[in-house]
């Protein structure tokens, strides 16, 4: 039986608001790296940030507190969504990333 320091826990977000061009993403990969959870985050193109965090349930729901009620300073969060926190066996991630997309076609074209 894994010990509760040993637990694993994710869950997914969403963030809505004045949450692109403010420097969530780099704050959230930094508060996410010191404090050793892993996963990604990603701006959308429906103006959200969405991501995945991975870690002990202590952890994730210290980044789930912070992406609901601070991100980054210039940030304004109207709304956070969160997938329910479950437990999962071993990690999907080697570390915390932000990841970036391809614009859409009808974007480029434009």
């Known amino acids: 039986m894994m010990q509760p320091a040993d637990q ?14 403010v420097c969530l993403r780099k704050q959230t990969r930094d508060l996410a790296t010191m404090n050793q959870v892993r996963g990604w985050v990603m701006n959308t193109d429906e103006g959200t940030v969405k991501g995945q965090l991975e870690g002990t349930l202590p952890k994730v729901n210290e980044l789930k507190f912070w992406l609901l009620n601070f991100g980054s300073p210039r940030s304004i969060i109207e709304r956070a969504e969160f997938t329910p926190t479950k437990e999962i066996t071993s990690h999907n991630f080697s570390r915390f990333s932000i990841r970036y997309h391809n614009v859409s076609a009808t974007k480029k074209a434009i």
């Open 8 to 21: 694993i826990f994710a869950c997914g977000f969403e963030l809505f608001g004045r949450v692109q061009g």
